[in-house]
Structure formats: structure tokens, C-alpha cells
T-cell receptor, first 116, second 111 residues
Framework: GAVVSQHPSWVICKSGTSVKIECRSLDFQATTMFWYRQFPKQSLMLMATSNEGSKATYEQGVEKDKFLINHASLTLSTLTVTSAHPEDSSFYIC????????????FGPGTRLTVL | ELKVEQNPLFLSMQEGKNYTIYCNYSTTSDRLYWYRQDPGKSLESLFVLLSNGAVKQEGRLMASLDTKARLSTLHITAAVHDLSATYFCAVDPSGAQKLVFGQGTRLTINP
């Protein structure tokens, strides 16, 4: 149980285009999902917290107009990278917190974004 | 600002040896997590430590938490090649699951 999927697993796009990444909790309901970014050989940095039915909370330094987050249901959150640039190339990982538990979040497999 | 520091950042060791990875954090937190990441992959949860003095073991890995010292350790016993990976600790200072990660320890175990 407790499976989180992401789609796509990798994407290559041209500079200036927008890319949408989906994060789904497959066998549990997630009132809260988190989006992380990981640059090569670095740690994970929390970008934002996505709450079902309300606006996302962004961490300091993360542009909310560039990284649009929507959490329309208890099993789906999306991250849209708008007007992507090469510096946005990174590994984006989502995680989901089971509504029945406050102690654990389950990580998705990640999406590797390359902006040319 | 909360800082989570791991030591060492790189570790190369021989199979069969024991070693410890340290995770220090700068503010009060009763929740600490250890994860494993293989190259190109996402995170695999190893341990969830929720109280002072918590100790958990799984196979050749054992994790402990000292909240007073703000220190967690991940001990590897009789290392095997399959344990080669990057290990992250993470702290949840707010209790809201907003994790702050350490830099990661890249562990290489040589036959």
C-alpha cells in the first residue's frame, strides 16, 4: 500500500514552454501533498505544500507564479512549470501524506525535467 | 533557520566493516527520518524516529535519535555492496511534515 505515482517520469521541453507534472496517491487519500526539487548531486528542497481544496503554500524564494500548484482532489496534485528555462531543469519529487497518519509521507518516483 | 548537517558527506568503505553516519540539526524536533536514494531514483523510507531515545533496526542498518543532543545516527553493520546509495536524514520541526533534509551522505561499499 501507500503508493504515489508521478507522470511523466521524464520530460524534455523547449525554453519558454510550460510543463505539467502530475502526482497521484493510488491507494490512499492525501489531504496534503508536497513538492520538492533536487538538483544533481544535491539534497531535496521543499518548494511548496499543496492542500486539497485550498491554495498552495510556497517556501521562501519559490515563485508561485512560475510554479503553479493545483490540488483539486484528495488523490491528485499537479505542478505546472510555466515559461520554463534551462535553470528549471531538475528532478521534481512529490510526496503525499496519508490523511489517516501525521507521521509519514510517501514519495513519488520523481520527474526529471530538462529544458533546452 | 533550521540547519540539518550530515557527516560525512562521502564515505567509501570495505564490505564487512562497520560505520556510522551522523545527522545534527539546529532546532528542536521530535521527528527525524532516514531515507535511501539510489542514483536516478526517488526516496525510499528507512526509519521514522518519533521520540527521544528511539532506536530502530532493519537488517544491517540501525538508527537512533537523541533529541536533547539534536543528533541522530545511522549505523551500518558488516556492510555489503547492496547498501551503496545516498542516505538522507530529514527533520520535521513544525510537525506539519515540512521536511528539511540534510545534504546527504554518499556511501560506496567496495567488495
Amino acid at each position: 500500500g501507500a503508493v504515489v505515482s508521478q507522470h511523466p517520469s521524464w520530460v524534455i521541453c523547449k525554453s519558454g514552454t510550460s510543463v505539467k507534472i502530475e502526482c497521484r496517491s493510488l491507494d490512499f487519500q492525501a489531504t496534503t501533498m508536497f513538492w520538492y526539487r533536487q538538483f544533481p548531486k544535491q539534497s531535496l528542497m521543499l518548494m511548496a505544500t499543496s492542500n486539497e481544496g485550498s491554495k498552495a503554500t510556497y517556501e521562501q524564494g519559490v515563485e508561485k507564479d512560475k510554479f503553479l500548484i493545483n490540488h483539486a482532489s484528495l488523490t491528485l496534485s499537479t505542478l505546472t512549470v510555466t515559461s520554463a528555462h534551462p535553470e528549471d531543469s531538475s528532478f521534481y519529487i512529490c510526496s503525499a501524506r496519508d490523511a489517516r497518519s501525521t507521521d509519514t509521507q510517501y514519495f513519488g518516483p520523481g520527474t526529471r525535467l530538462t529544458v533546452l | 533557520e533550521l540547519k540539518v548537517e550530515q557527516n560525512p558527506l562521502f564515505l567509501s568503505m570495505q564490505e564487512g566493516k562497520n560505520y556510522t553516519i551522523y545527522c545534527n540539526y539546529s532546532t528542536t524536533s521530535d521527528r527525524l527520518y532516514w531515507y535511501r536514494q539510489d542514483p536516478g531514483k526517488s526516496l525510499e523510507s528507512l526509519f521514522v524516529l518519533l521520540s527521544n531515545g528511539a532506536v530502530k533496526q532493519e537488517g544491517r542498518l540501525m538508527a537512533s535519535l537523541d533529541t536533547k543532543a539534536r543528533l541522530s545516527t545511522l549505523h551500518i553493520t558488516a556492510a555489503v555492496h547492496d547498501l551503496s546509495a545516498t542516505y538522507f536524514c530529514a527533520v520535521d520541526p513544525s510537525g506539519a511534515q515540512k521536511l528539511v533534509f540534510g545534504q546527504g551522505t554518499r556511501l560506496t561499499i567496495n567488495p
